[in-house]
């Protein structure tokens, strides 16, 4: 089974451009999740997905993060315009759902560098 | 508000000795609470968890973990430690007082390592 697929790897931007990350969970997973994680710190969650409802963006940048999960698969998260401190890894996680207390699933997460 | 603390940045252990990775977990209501273990530009991969039950719960890689109300922990061990293990790991909680509705919070990481 295919685990959750996060593209591309790395990323590096001019600050002021725009920035997308893709991500592909679990088949059948319908909770996706998009966590921050800076250098020498644990994640910290931007946004939580059930199916294709945002249920829990209270800590997502609006001013300059969207995120979208169109047909309650795939998900994206846009950064327009990047800024220097956005330089962290980002990562997409799944799970069946919230309410079985299953484990989440990580991706390998995305490198953004804002030079 | 849910939150976890792993007070130790940084774990050293010899190989073969037993060692232990400390968290404490802060929530209104009962926790689920999870260990997780991240590798040098991999994503975190899930080792155990503590729903219910038995408070000692067995995890991947002959890791385990005791759940202590009283205490609020969640203590990583292994009985004999291999350089293989040598790592960053993260306890994360969540909480049921909500039913569950919120997603994991992390703790910052404690880096263990193993010296052969």
């Known amino acids: 089974e295919a685990g959750v697929v996060q593209s591309p790897r790395y990323k590096i931007i001019e600050k002021k451009q725009p920035v997308a990350f893709w991500c592909n969970p679990i088949s059948g997973h319908n909770t996706l999740y998009w966590y921050l994680q800076n250098l020498g710190q644990g994640p910290e969650l931007l946004i939580r997905y059930e199916n294709e409802e945002a249920v829990d963006d209270s800590q997502l940048p609006k001013d300059r993060f969207s995120a979208e999960r169109l047909k309650g698969v795939d998900s994206t998260l846009k950064i327009q315009p990047a800024e220097l401190g956005d330089s962290a890894v980002y990562l997409c996680?799944?799970?069946?759902?919230?309410?079985?207390?299953?484990?989440?699933?990580f991706g390998q997460g995305t490198r953004l560098t804002v030079v | 508000a849910q939150s976890v603390a792993q007070p130790e940045d940084q774990v050293n252990v010899a190989e073969g000795n037993p060692l232990t990775v400390k968290c404490t977990y802060s929530v209104s209501g009962n926790p689920y609470l999870f260990w997780y273990v991240q590798y040098p530009n991999r994503g975190l991969q899930f080792l155990l968890k503590y729903i219910t039950g038995d408070n000692l719960v067995k995890g991947s890689y002959g890791f385990e973990a005791e759940f202590n109300k009283s205490q609020t922990s969640f203590h990583l061990k292994k009985p004999s430690a291999l350089v293989s293990d040598s790592a960053l790991y993260f306890c994360a909680v969540r909480d049921l007082s909500g039913g569950g509705a919120d997603g994991l919070t992390f703790g910052k990481g404690t880096h263990l390592i193993i010296q052969p």
């Open positions: 996680a799944s799970s069946p759902g919230q309410e079985s207390g299953t484990e989440a699933f």
